[in-house]
């Protein structure tokens, strides 16, 4: 292809991938296939990659991020971040309404609008193309973090349709909607890290990340709810809704016009009502005066609009009796708190139980059974206990002493120095552990075994077919067929009888059968080193190729492999040097399990044996685009530089550390140039 036909053909791409982007994530009716939008997104970058200057700066391709950030700019706000004032109450909100009244003689309606629990952003856009992004910070000046805003999909980097003035501001406020978050979440348990309290510290943290392709790994999203400018024609703020909605922008369908304040409150009620239902979080509902003209003449305070007010829900809470604590031991060990209560009802359901979380935050609210306690549902999802009413605590009750025995196998518990979690360690005949690995690794994200349940797996191991997972392929349908469970029993009735027909059977040894092709990543993935989540097996899986390298792998190795630090790299040595889980690896390789990643086709070996750092950004390449072309020549990548380090290949806005380690160690450092220079 020439210049001329790559400047029409990435133009075209480069629109038509936005207009898709903008179906699926803006207007959820996405019209081509992933696939089809795959292929797309593929051609446009190999494009962009042999004519990296006719790249243009609404790439889509910028959604992947790329770009490193190591200290965010400061920015002034051409117009400041005002906040809102808050009400509580249906008075408090007559108020408002009476004071609006005084300056306003004539008609007048209300926008009322969600109040999203995210965090604020400020965007410019300049002739259609977002130029600028920047938090509130203190209202008068905020960080840009554009780079990080780029790659949330639902914010258009380009503007559609026609009529927008040639430089205006956007705000909105960029969300984690909670599916997102508690699959984000999850993945951080597994790795080790700590989980975020709720979605709005996790947008938080997201928008402060320096790697933006990290962040365009994170679910985020967004709503917009206000335009500035100057001399904007728009009447009234339905009207720019109805513009930002028209050029792109995602704009909440929860919004209403309200004639009185009557209508308010009904929005209000109606909202509280279907709250819980939102695939995301709110705080509360905004009011608005819809004119423009008639916002102008209610003006400022120094804080916030006279024009404007939040409506803030209370944070469901409630009063009950805390029963007794329990205690669960989940597939690792690790020994959880929970706490029952005398049900209660609480933000549209009833709730019986509710997190204590671990010893230490037992200990700090000295809660003990018998009190009474304020338990609230917020922006969390599981009800927690945040407080104990003291002065209704009986004379006589006594504070919890933590278990020092596991409930389900009474051994010991431990605890690792630092942390507040206890740990059951006897992994291999404690009931919830077995159960709980086993139905780890039939996961779909790991073997993937869907014809073998929760239900089933515990029906196997309660009739002692399966004691850990290597005894899965060592099933026969004579084992299988017509083992038998009683469900539902109780004292002096007889439960119903379940058992496997001959078709049950068939299909566990077929999932059974099947899962021996699952790769070598998932498998990994499967059989649940401590800290060895979904991502860290594949980074873990493409090092070492093989399971065998991994279990050789030494403290100090591991951790030069990128994403591995001491905690991950501690719990995979510790995993291998037990000869009983070396002997269940060899039983899952002899059954036919996979044990290494396929052959990936080498362009060469001309890498072979080199390993390599890869910091910074590149011109002709992404990063992960190099760290993948130094596989296929043979070549290892590592995440820090040490001693063993043969190549430091230094980016742009490359880490002054990486760069003076390398200098200390005599490790070559070398430009992407030169890189390419080795392999071509
Ligand atoms: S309007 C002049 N509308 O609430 C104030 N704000 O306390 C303009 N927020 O910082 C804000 N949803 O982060 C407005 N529909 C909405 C909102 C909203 C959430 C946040 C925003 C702002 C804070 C004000």
Same mark, same amino acid.
């Given at each position: 292809m020439?210049?001329?036909?790559?400047?029409l053909?990435?133009?075209?791409?480069?629109?038509d991938?936005?207009h898709?982007?903008?179906?699926?994530?803006?207007?959820a009716?996405?019209?081509?296939t992933?696939?089809d939008?795959?292929m797309?997104?593929?051609?446009l970058?190999r494009l962009?990659k042999d004519?990296?200057?006719?790249?243009?700066p609404?790439?889509?391709?910028?959604r992947?991020?790329?770009?490193v950030?190591?200290?965010?700019?400061s &920015?002034?706000?051409t117009?400041?971040?005002l906040?809102l004032?808050?009400?509580y109450?249906?008075?408090?909100?007559?108020?408002?309404?009476?004071?609006?009244?005084?300056?306003?003689?004539?008609?007048?309606e209300?926008?009322?609008?969600?109040?999203?629990?995210?965090?604020?952003?400020s965007l410019?856009?300049?002739?259609?193309?977002l130029?600028q992004a920047v938090t509130r910070?203190?209202?008068?000046q905020?960080d840009?973090?554009?780079a990080?805003?780029?790659?949330?999909?639902?914010i258009?980097l380009k503007?559609?349709?026609?009529? #927008?003035?040639?430089?205006?501001?956007v705000r /909105?406020?960029?969300?984690?909607?909670r599916?997102?978050?508690?699959?984000f979440?999850e993945?951080?348990i597994?790795?080790?890290?700590?989980?975020?309290?709720?979605?709005?510290?996790? $947008?938080?943290g997201?928008?402060?990340m320096?790697?933006?392709?990290?962040?365009?790994?994170?679910?985020?999203?967004?709503?917009?709810?206000s335009?500035l400018?100057?001399n904007?024609?728009?009447?009234s703020?339905?009207?720019?809704?109805?513009?930002l909605?028209?050029?792109?922008f995602?704009?909440?369908?929860?919004t209403?016009?309200?004639?009185s304040?009557?209508?308010v409150?009904a929005?209000?009620?109606?909202?509280?009502?279907?709250?819980?239902?939102l695939p #995301?979080?709110?705080?509360?509902i &905004?009011?608005?005066v819809?004119?423009?003209a008639?916002?102008?003449?209610?003006?400022?305070?120094?804080?916030?609009?006279?024009?404007?007010?939040s409506?803030?829900?209370?944070a469901?809470?409630?009063?009950t009796?805390l029963?007794?604590?329990?205690y669960q031991v989940?597939?690792?060990g690790?020994?959880?708190?929970?706490?029952n209560?005398r049900p209660?009802q609480l933000?549209g359901?009833? &709730?019986?139980?509710?997190?204590?979380?671990?010893?230490?935050i037992?200990?700090?609210?000295d809660v003990?059974?018998g009190?009474q306690?304020?338990?609230?549902k917020?922006?969390?999802?599981?009800?927690?206990?945040?407080?104990?009413?003291y002065?209704?605590?009986d004379l006589?009750?006594?504070?919890?002493a933590?278990?020092?025995?596991?409930p389900?196998?009474? $051994?010991?518990?431990?605890?690792?120095?630092?942390e507040?979690v206890?740990?059951?360690?006897?992994e291999?005949?404690?009931?919830?552990?077995?159960?709980?690995k086993?139905?780890?690794?039939i996961?779909?994200k790991a073997m993937?075994?869907?014809s073998l349940?929760?239900?089933k797996?515990?029906m196997?191991f309660d009739?002692?077919?399966?004691?850990?997972?290597?005894?899965?392929?060592?099933? $026969?349908?004579?084992?299988?067929?017509?083992?038998?469970?009683v469900? /539902?029993g109780?004292e /002096?009735?007889?439960g119903?009888?379940l058992?496997?027909?001959?078709?049950t059977?068939?299909?566990?040894?077929?999932?059974?059968e099947?899962?021996k092709?699952?790769?070598?990543e998932?498998?990994?993935?499967?059989?649940?080193i401590?800290?060895?989540?979904? $991502?860290v097996a594949?980074?873990?899986?493409?090092?070492?190729k093989?399971?065998?390298s991994?279990?050789?792998?030494g403290?100090?190795?591991?951790?030069t492999?990128?994403e591995?630090g001491?905690?991950?790299?501690?719990?995979i040595?510790?995993?291998?040097?037990?000869?009983?889980?070396?002997?269940m690896i060899?039983r899952?390789?002899?059954?036919?399990v996979?044990?290494e990643?396929?052959?990936?086709?080498n362009?060469?070996d001309?890498?072979?044996?080199?390993v390599?750092?890869?910091?910074g950004v590149?011109?002709?390449?992404?990063?992960?685009q190099i760290k993948?072309?130094?596989?296929v020549h043979g070549?290892?990548?590592?995440?820090?530089?040490?001693?063993?380090t043969?190549?430091?290949?230094?980016?742009?806005?490359?880490g002054p550390e990486k760069?003076k380690?390398?200098?200390q160690?005599?490790?070559a450092?070398?430009t992407?140039?030169?890189?390419?220079?080795?392999?071509s």
């Amino acid at each position: 292809m020439n210049r001329d036909e790559a400047t029409l053909r990435i133009r075209l791409l480069t629109d038509d991938i936005n207009h898709h982007n903008y179906l699926y994530y803006v207007m959820a009716q996405p019209e081509i296939t992933d696939y089809d939008f795959d292929m797309l997104l593929e051609e446009l970058n190999r494009l962009e990659k042999d004519f990296p200057d006719l790249a243009l700066p609404d790439s889509p391709t910028q959604r992947v991020g790329g770009q490193v950030t190591r200290e965010f700019r400061s &920015v002034v706000h051409t117009y400041p971040m005002l906040s809102l004032g808050n009400t509580y109450s249906e008075s408090e909100l007559s108020d408002f309404d009476g004071r609006i009244r005084k300056t306003i003689d004539e008609q007048f309606e209300y926008i009322c609008e969600l109040k999203f629990d995210g965090v604020s952003i400020s965007l410019t856009y300049q002739d259609g193309l977002l130029v600028q992004a920047v938090t509130r910070g203190d209202g008068v000046q905020g960080d840009d973090v554009t780079a990080n805003v780029r790659t949330i999909r639902s914010i258009p980097l380009k503007l559609r349709g026609s009529g #927008y003035p040639s430089q205006f501001e956007v705000r /909105g406020e960029i969300i984690m909607p909670r599916k997102g978050f508690d699959a984000f979440n999850e993945e951080r348990i597994e790795i080790g890290e700590a989980p975020f309290a709720n979605p709005r510290n996790a $947008t938080a943290g997201s928008l402060k990340m320096q790697d933006s392709a990290e962040v365009a790994k994170r679910p985020l999203d967004n709503f917009v709810y206000s335009l500035l400018g100057e001399n904007l024609s728009l009447r009234s703020h339905l009207e720019s809704l109805k513009a930002l909605n028209s050029w792109g922008f995602k704009t909440s369908e929860h919004t209403r016009l309200c004639s009185s304040l009557d209508d308010v409150v009904a929005f209000i009620n109606e909202t509280g009502l279907i709250r819980s239902n939102l695939p #995301y979080d709110i705080d509360g509902i &905004v009011i608005k005066v819809n004119l423009v003209a008639q916002q102008q003449l209610l003006g400022f305070t120094a804080k916030s609009p006279r024009w404007a007010i939040s409506y803030k829900f209370k944070a469901e809470q409630v009063v009950t009796k805390l029963l007794s604590i329990d205690y669960q031991v989940g597939r690792t060990g690790a020994v959880t708190p929970v706490a029952n209560l005398r049900p209660v009802q609480l933000a549209g359901t009833v &709730v019986k139980r509710a997190s204590l979380h671990n010893a230490d935050i037992i200990e700090k609210l000295d809660v003990r059974p018998g009190d009474q306690v304020f338990v609230e549902k917020g922006g969390e999802i599981i009800p927690k206990i945040i407080g104990v009413d003291y002065s209704k605590r009986d004379l006589f009750s006594e504070p919890v002493a933590f278990i020092t025995n596991c409930p389900e196998c009474d $051994t010991r518990l431990e605890r690792i120095e630092g942390e507040a979690v206890w740990y059951c360690p006897n992994e291999d005949n404690c009931p919830p552990q077995i159960k709980g690995k086993l139905e780890h690794f039939i996961s779909r994200k790991a073997m993937n075994i869907d014809s073998l349940g929760e239900g089933k797996v515990e029906m196997l191991f309660d009739n002692g077919l399966v004691k850990n997972v290597a005894d899965l392929y060592d099933l $026969t349908y004579e084992m299988l067929f017509g083992l038998e469970k009683v469900i /539902g029993g109780v004292e /002096g009735k007889k439960g119903k009888k379940l058992s496997f027909k001959e078709k049950t059977a068939e299909n566990i040894l077929q999932g059974i059968e099947r899962s021996k092709s699952v790769p070598f990543e998932r498998v990994l993935y499967a059989i649940g080193i401590r800290y060895v989540g979904e $991502t860290v097996a594949k980074k873990l899986a493409r090092h070492y190729k093989n399971m065998d390298s991994l279990s050789n792998a030494g403290l100090e190795e591991l951790i030069t492999v990128e994403e591995i630090g001491d905690k991950i790299a501690g719990s995979i040595v510790a995993y291998f040097s037990e000869p009983k889980h070396l002997e269940m690896i060899a039983r899952l390789k002899e059954a036919g399990v996979m044990m290494e990643q396929p052959e990936t086709a080498n362009l060469s070996d001309k890498l072979s044996g080199r390993v390599f750092v890869v910091s910074g950004v590149f011109s002709r390449f992404s990063r992960d685009q190099i760290k993948l072309l130094i596989e296929v020549h043979g070549g290892k990548n590592a995440g820090s530089v040490s001693k063993n380090t043969d190549y430091l290949l230094a980016g742009e806005k490359m880490g002054p550390e990486k760069r003076k380690k390398a200098e200390q160690l005599s490790v070559a450092i070398i430009t992407e140039e030169e890189f390419i220079g080795m392999i071509s």
